[in-house]
């Protein structure tokens, strides 16, 4: 990512309303009018299946991971739950005026503003701006306050990977996407983002983990999906032991 990034892919990156996605009205879809789901979805590139009659439903207020091995498809699944790409056939059922946050495995920003800059120019593409309060609580929470005033390009690993998260909360989005967001953080960020995470989903908001580290999440999780080669092999409530479960799927889809 250059510093000709554009203003409006950046925001891209992290913030949608669904604006390309295939909609279904929600009383055409088999689960929750508020949840965000697919029904029978399938997405391939070229003679490549990535997704295969896929569904899952990810309902309001819950923490709900999707979990598999790397190569699973559970990024192609992210696209398309934020909108960013079409399902190849099936069909995405989205509540209405929903917002929908994100961030990937390759953080997005603004390289040649600081982290502050940053957030503050994302907080300026919202229709109704969250107080700046809310930004000094994401800097605090997510231990981005000792590098607030150094450039985004200058930052290590963890930090770029902690504003990533950051400038995908700055909207404070109904459901939030986030695909392998612990990486390259240290421990303590670890444990206090998780913490942090959890208390967001409070009033109906909800967060959604990708990621093959299930263990960093297992006592969050209150939903589980397990993506194997494209195929959702499990999808229901988390066992007391999520590792030892996760395995369990794994084997049996060998």
Sequence with gaps: MGDTHSEHDASADHQSEHPNASRESATSSPSSADSLSLSNVTKRYGNTTALEDLSVAIQPGTFHGLVGPNGSGKTTLFA?????????????????????????????????????????????????????????????????????????????????????????????????????????????????????LEEYRADDRTVVVSTHNVASFAEQFDRLTVVVDGERRYDGSPDADVVAQYRSVLEDAV
């Excluded at 005026?97 to 390289?111: I, L, N």
Aim: overall charge negative; glycine content about 6%; cysteine-free.
């Design 80 to 196: 398309i739950l934020a909108g960013l790409t079409r399902p190849s056939s099936g069909r995405i059922s989205v509540p209405e005026d929903a917002t929908v946050g994100y961030s990937f495995q390759e953080p997005r920003f603004y390289p040649a503003l600081t982290v502050r800059e940053n957030l503050e120019v994302f907080r300026g593409f919202a229709d109704d701006p969250p107080p700046d309060s809310w930004l000094e609580t994401l800097l605090e929470e997510l231990r981005l306050e000792p590098v607030a005033d150094r450039r985004a390009d200058e930052l290590s690993g963890g930090f770029r990977t902690k504003l990533d998260l950051a400038l995908a909360l700055v909207k404070r989005p109904q459901f939030l996407l986030l695909d392998e967001p612990l990486a390259d953080v240290d421990d303590h960020s670890r444990r206090r983002i998780t913490s942090f």
